[in-house]
Every structure is written in structure tokens, then in C-alpha cells.
């Protein structure tokens, strides 16, 4: 039976392989902003790609009516966009159908955190391009670094501007390319004003908002910070690993308070990707968090930080028990956790230390073993 079973893994094994090498590959060029020259480069590589005989098409492409973009569009064949009616209104989308039934070598697809028509097969223009993929056919798409779904709180603390379009990292992390399109702040202001990026009447509002040095520059190192764990990620994949170094593995414990959850869950979700390590989020249910104990609102917020850390990436652990700190460890302990993430105290770290014995405890615990801790703030 074990021979067998071992044949079977050997056969499976082989099975994803083979899927693997079927798919398409996937680039993705990366900006700090919109008008950075993403869709620009898109359509300079769809042309030199035509020329050496590469099956090229735009599955959808957005120029936003900038001249110098539009004029790209010249000579590239370009899959008709699918018309369909919502509220009242003619709209048009991407035709997923149709890439899929053109099948070319190569397409291009604009806008990947875009958001489909209510009724369209997906939800989301990423887990088309999932399909696509999956389908042999290879992708070019392009996204802004504020759209990264873990880099998200982050960058509406830097911009003030809600991000409701969202990527998993995941997405990123099975690119076999990621090219960033780097401008410094002062090209980039130098384009909007020259109208290069919004028509006239909106360049006064972008300045006073979005398009300024500090922003821009703070989401410009986002941008390269990515591009390089990127890169990283792929020369560790490529160099054998003939020396075992103690893999990283991250536990992020989290609690009913959905704030401070979603930030452990998302800095957590950072970390496990710069080391391309697994993690896993845990929630302890103490009796005083019983659910005919924490108002719905906060069940409902609990809930949705489970959805947010599966997207992210990670394995949820639901355990009920009053001894936190055991359970912790005991999980620590059983998935080989190196490190364990947890939320800055609402208290003054001294007070916690002082006062609160289920940290006081985790810290004596984790003192006599190899495993680091971390606290986010």
C-alpha cells in the first residue's frame, strides 16, 4: 500500500508538472501611478513581439485617449470588446470567450485590478487572466502598486484616497516577469502638466492630491521594493538548494478586533512574501469571545478577516480554548513556526508587560525557544 501510494504522489506529482508547463506565461509591468508608461510599453512590446513572429493580440487595452498611446494601437490586431447592458447603460468589457476561442500565443490585457460587469464569468479581470492562462495562452497586463491587496491600508494612509480595486499577491507572485516602469516624482509631475496623463481640467485637482513629491515617492519605493522581492524570489527558485537554511515559516495571531486583526493579517501577508514563506493566521476563541458573546457586527468582521487571510494567502487555524498562550505555542510548535506576529497592545508595552499575563506569558514561552516574535504596529 505505501508503494502505491507513493506511486500515486510520483503520478501526481508529474500531472501538476505537466499543467504547469501548459500555461501561459504571465508579465506584468508595475507602476507607482497612473501615467508612468505601462500601457505605453505594453503596446512597444506588442509590436516588437509582431515582428519576430510571436501570434500577438490585445484582449483589451485603455489608452485614455492619450495621442501618443492611441497611436500604438496601429497595425495590432485587437480582440472586439464584449457589449452587454447593466443599469439601463450599453457598457463594454473584456471578451474572455473570445480571447479564449482566438487563442493567440501572446494577449494583452490592460487594467488587471478592474473590477467585471455584474454577470460576467468572473468577478474580478485578474482571475480572467487566471483563465487564460490556464489556457496556454500567455498574458501581458499591467497594475498600479496601490492596488496590491496588502499594500492596501498602507497606501491610503499615504494618498487619502480609498482603494476599492484590489489584487491578491498571489497574482504577482505567479508572474514569471515583473517589469517596473520607473519615472522619478518630478517626470512624473512634469507629464501631467504637459496633459500627458489627464485632460486639462483635471490636471489642478491631481496636483493638489494625488500628484505630489511626498506621495509619489513613498509609492515609488512600494513599486521597487516589489519588483526586487520579486526578483529575489526568482534567484532563490533557481539556485539549488544544496544548503538547508531553517525555512521561514510565519504565525500571525489575531483576535476579534477586526482592526487591528486585518494589520497583522496584511503586514504578515508582507512578510511571508519578502521570505516566500508559509504563515498561517490563528485565532484563539476564549470563552468571553463566544459567538452569543460578541456582538454580529464584530462576528461579521471576524469573519471577513478569515476571507481577507485566505485570499492573502494563508492557512486559518480556529481553535476555542482559554489557554491562549498554550495554544499558541502548541500551534508554533506543530507547524514549525520561526516567527509569531501579533498586534501592538492597545497599552504601553511596560503596562502590557506589568499587567497583561497572557503576553507576559507568551513572552516567557517564546524566551526559551529559537522562535522570534513580532509585534505590529
Not at 505505501?2 to 506584468?28: A, C, Q, T, Y
Not at 516588437?48 to 500604438?72: F, K, M, P, S, V
Not at 495590432?76 to 452587454?84: E, Q
Amino acid at each position: 500500500m505505501p508503494e502505491e501510494e507513493h506511486k500515486d504522489g510520483s503520478v501526481k506529482n508529474f500531472i501538476e508538472l505537466v499543467k504547469k508547463s501548459r500555461r501561459g506565461k504571465l508579465k506584468v509591468y508595475i507602476g507607482m501611478s497612473a501615467g508612468v508608461g505601462k500601457t505605453y510599453r505594453m503596446l512597444q512590446e506588442a509590436h516588437a513581439l509582431q515582428r519576430n513572429g510571436i501570434g500577438i493580440q490585445i484582449g483589451y487595452i485603455e489608452t485614455h485617449n492619450r495621442a501618443e498611446t492611441h497611436a500604438l494601437l496601429d497595425g495590432l490586431p485587437v480582440i472586439a470588446r464584449r457589449k452587454t447592458f447593466y443599469k439601463g447603460k450599453q457598457l463594454e468589457e473584456m471578451d474572455l470567450q473570445g480571447i479564449l476561442n482566438r487563442h493567440p500565443e501572446v494577449v494583452i490585457v490592460d487594467e488587471l485590478a478592474h473590477t467585471n460587469i455584474e454577470g460576467s464569468k468572473n468577478g474580478k479581470r485578474w482571475q480572467d487572466v487566471l483563465d487564460i492562462l490556464e489556457a496556454g495562452i500567455s498574458v501581458i497586463s499591467a497594475v498600479n502598486i496601490q492596488h496590491l491587496e496588502s499594500l492596501n491600508e498602507e497606501v491610503e494612509d499615504i494618498t487619502g484616497i480609498a482603494i476599492t480595486e484590489r489584487i491578491p499577491d498571489k497574482i504577482l507572485q505567479l508572474a514569471d516577469e515583473i517589469v517596473n516602469i520607473d519615472l522619478t516624482a518630478d517626470e512624473l509631475i512634469d507629464r501631467l502638466k504637459e496633459g500627458k496623463i489627464y485632460e486639462q481640467g483635471k490636471i489642478a485637482l491631481a496636483l493638489q492630491n494625488f500628484f505630489q513629491s511626498d506621495k509619489i515617492l513613498q509609492l515609488r519605493e512600494m513599486a521597487l521594493k516589489e519588483v526586487a522581492h520579486h526578483l529575489e524570489r526568482k534567484i532563490d527558485n533557481e539556485i539549488p538548494k544544496q544548503i538547508k537554511l531553517r525555512p521561514e515559516k510565519f504565525l500571525a495571531c489575531i483576535s476579534s478586533n477586526s482592526v487591528t486583526a486585518k494589520i497583522v493579517i496584511r503586514k504578515t501577508a508582507r512578510l511571508a512574501s519578502y521570505y516566500r514563506s508559509p504563515w498561517v493566521v490563528l485565532y484563539v476563541q476564549s470563552s468571553s469571545e463566544s459567538l452569543d458573546k460578541i456582538k454580529l457586527d464584530k462576528q461579521r468582521h471576524l469573519i471577513n478577516n478569515f476571507k481577507l487571510a485566505t485570499e492573502l494567502g494563508a492557512e486559518v487555524v480556529k481553535i476555542k480554548s482559554d489557554q491562549i498562550t498554550q495554544t499558541i505555542m502548541q500551534i508554533a510548535d506543530e507547524r514549525e513556526v520561526t516567527t509569531i506576529c501579533i498586534g501592538k497592545p492597545h497599552l504601553s508595552l511596560f503596562q502590557v508587560i506589568l499587567r497583561t499575563a497572557v503576553f507576559n506569558e507568551l513572552l516567557k514561552k517564546i524566551a526559551a525557544t529559537e522562535t522570534d516574535l513580532v509585534i505590529l504596529s
